[in-house]
């Protein structure tokens, strides 16, 4: 290890004062209000595991960080709640959990510094004490490693970890000792713990070991070892789910690895474009450039690690067809610690290399402060949230335009109906029975807010039937605008909008038009909040205005579930009870608790009544369904079978034809359709539909009656 600049530059304070800058930094104060749509992960799963399955049932993001946010919030828990646990877990996961995202931000943010302090030690083994602390200066300063630095995400923490392995990989094999080859692979294999990529980590933490001299064989065994034993520990369900984690992981390659670019251009030019340019600074890009260039020629050992790290990484940004800015945070470090090397050269020089270095860090250290700045400022969609609750409490309706965009964080049902699928695989119906009970008695739940049906909704003027519902019009240069109603451009073109929250002319400055973040990656100068443009003004649309209350919310769907285990024990006269009184407290479920759950309620009425011979009662509420959802093949069938029950057949047979027009691989339809038609006497329709019944499913129990029906016949 070179140590021929440790008299001139104190390691320790050096990289304490780096240190620091680095926190200032990263550590935006206060944390922001509002939500990355990837953190939710960081609020259904680590709560998940409090039920004692640790499965995640989640496969896109390995576990380990997971696991650890879990015992982050059980000490937060433990430290600050008087409630149950039960109570906790659900209004954290099923209502409101960002003080728990504030957690994980304030962790991420911490690593990302001890970061800095790690490529500072891996730079002086590497080059020296100059080259660690310049290359920890870059790092520190550099946009892409700061604008990520805060998120409750997997990148940061699998960086951290990378860097680990490689520091303990050199350490490897520059002293030869067994407890840092264990290390160098425990490291790798908590890196692909915390995200699969991050554990190309791999290649060159072998590179550096392989290329010792002589090759440490036995010693070598240890990081093999160490890596498979620690990967294994930290997402044990790769192995015990394997089924569900190679699906998970298979649709994650096709999405992210193997489709088309997600931008215009292909994935490598978007990169070089905006990731290397804005993501380092325009002298840092030009000085990768040139290190590796410097590096292919030299061909040391030390630039043949940090290559074997960077090429493979930098070909899988390349390929792939998503584009997000974050996906690059592994190569940050690597990239630094080749630049620390070629500005360390020119140290030799005191007056250059300082002239250098100032050259090289000033455009990224800019860049880094508005980035603070801006996260640590107000942001658009959390003014408007507020000034929508303060200002029109009576409002419960919202129309957000367009749908695909960074809308404002508020309760609403298709938002709870997500985590309740979460809460469902790691507790159970009995567990979120329980929840919703517990909820519908708490007082301090946010206001509930209705989406409303675009498409099936038009603007009219006040009066007896008419909703008041409020439009919140977003404006961006990453938000799609192609999904507004055409009935609804005109309101946008004219309206006067009652309130305008705007973050400064967005369309100065540059973005990633990938990542939905609404923070700027330069042109800072005519931006002064994060967020997008947020328009909002009030209107009345058709239909007539239901209110109902967060807790009145939470009990109809504890209702709507009670029905449902009623149901499955044949308890047709307590699942009757359960669902009216649902429907009771959401007289209009499909509008008051989700389109969803109200065509299930419809459903299951329909189904219920028919189980206990009131086939007229059972018409009524299937139709209901199938007027919400259309394309519910199961409601349709159920429907036909209650027209056929009461005798009008011809329904029955108008009902399936609508059916298998809709799905015509659905085979119980084409049977249910040939037995009426064979009672009608249309025998030649009917034997075609049967037919096609048993070419689609020839295992069906239908299809060995058909022989008998026309025996009979």
Not at 96 to 120: E, H, Q
């Amino acid at each position: 290890m070179s140590e021929k600049n440790a008299g001139r530059i104190p390691f320790r304070w050096g990289a304490g004062a780096i240190l620091l800058l680095a926190l200032a930094l990263r550590w935006p104060v206060p944390t922001p209000a509002w939500t990355h749509f990837d953190e939710i992960a960081f609020i259904v799963l680590p709560l998940g595991f409090w039920s004692g399955d640790l499965n995640p049932h989640y496969f896109n993001y390995p576990t380990f960080h997971f696991y650890l946010s879990s015992l982050l919030y059980l000490l937060y828990y433990l430290a600050t709640s008087a409630e149950s646990v039960e109570q906790f877990v659900a209004y954290h996961l099923l209502v409101d959990g960002r003080d728990l995202l504030a957690l994980v931000r304030g962790a991420n943010t911490l690593l990302a510094v001890v970061t800095v302090g790690a490529v500072a030690c891996l730079g002086r083994r590497l080059y020296g004490v100059r080259e660690g602390l310049l290359a920890a200066l870059i790092l520190a300063t550099m946009p892409l490693a700061v604008r990520f630095a805060h998120l409750a995400i997997v990148d940061t923490p699998a960086v951290f970890w990378a860097v680990m392995a490689l520091l303990w990989a050199v350490r490897a094999r520059q002293e030869g000792r067994v407890r840092d080859f264990l290390a160098a692979g425990i490291f790798t294999g908590l890196a692909g713990a915390t995200k699969y990529p991050a554990g190309l980590v791999a290649v060159p933490v072998a590179t550096a070991i392989l290329l010792g001299r002589p090759w440490p064989q036995r010693r070598s065994i240890w990081v093999g070892s160490g890596a498979a034993l620690s990967f294994a520990l930290a997402t044990p369900f790769v192995w015990l789910d394997a089924g569900q984690f190679w699906s998970h992981f298979a649709d994650m390659g096709r999405t992210h690895l193997l489709a088309e670019s997600s931008t215009e251009e292909q994935a490598w030019l978007y990169h070089l474009r905006y990731t290397l340019r804005h993501g380092l600074g325009a002298v840092a890009a030009v000085a990768v450039a040139l290190s590796l260039l410097w590096s292919v020629r030299q061909r040391q050992w030390q630039e043949l690690v940090l290559l074997a790290g960077i090429v493979p990484l930098a070909a899988v940004l390349a390929l792939a067809g998503s584009t997000f800015m974050r996906y690059a945070l592994p190569l940050a470090p690597l990239l630094a610690l080749l630049i620390g090397r070629l500005v360390g050269m020119g140290w030799k020089y005191p007056l250059v290399g300082g002239l250098v270095t100032l050259i090289l860090v000033a455009e990224p250290l800019y860049a880094s402060l508005r980035t603070r700045s801006l996260l640590s400022g107000q942001d658009t969609r959390v003014e408007a949230q507020v000034w929508l609750q303060t200002h029109l409490p009576q409002y419960q309706r919202l129309i957000q335009l367009p749908s695909k965009c960074g809308q404002i964080q508020v309760l609403t049902p298709e938002r709870v109906q997500v985590r309740q699928t979460h809460y469902l695989q790691s507790y159970g119906s009995e567990a979120l029975l329980q929840a919703y009970a517990l909820l519908a008695q708490r007082e301090d739940l946010p206001p509930l807010y209705l989406k409303t049906n675009r498409e099936k909704m038009q603007p009219t003027s006040q009066g007896s039937a008419s909703t008041p519902v409020v439009i919140v019009h977003y404006q961006h240069p990453v938000c799609p605008d192609e999904d507004i109603p055409s009935a609804f451009q005109p309101l946008i073109e004219t309206s006067q909008w009652q309130k305008v929250f705007s973050p400064g002319r967005v369309e100065s400055a540059i973005f990633d038009r990938m990542d939905w973040y609404f923070l700027p990656i330069a042109g800072f100068e005519q931006v002064a909040k994060t967020g997008p443009v947020v328009w909002l003004d009030t209107l009345s649309v058709n239909g007539t205005s239901v209110r109902i209350e967060s807790r009145s919310y939470f009990e109809a769907l504890h209702w709507v579930l009670r029905g449902h285990q009623a149901r499955a024990k044949k308890d047709w006269t307590g699942a009757l009870q359960a669902y009216h009184r649902a429907l009771e407290i959401a007289p209009v479920p499909e509008e008051l608790i989700g389109l969803e759950v109200g065509r299930y309620l419809y459903t299951q009425l329909g189904r219920t009544y028919a189980q206990v011979g009131q086939l007229e009662q059972a018409v009524r509420f299937l139709e209901q369904a199938t007027a919400l959802k259309p394309t519910y093949r199961e409601a349709y069938n159920e429907l036909g079978v209650a027209y056929a029950s009461l005798g009008n057949l011809e329904k029955a047979v108008e009902t399936w034809e609508e059916l298998v027009a809709l799905h015509p691989d659905f085979a119980p339809a084409y049977f249910n359709l040939g037995r009426a038609l064979w009672h009608l006497e249309r025998r030649q329709q009917a034997r075609a539909y049967w037919q096609k019944g048993v070419e689609l499913a020839p295992s069906h129990p239908s299809a060995g009656r058909i022989q008998q029906l026309e025996g009979e016949g």
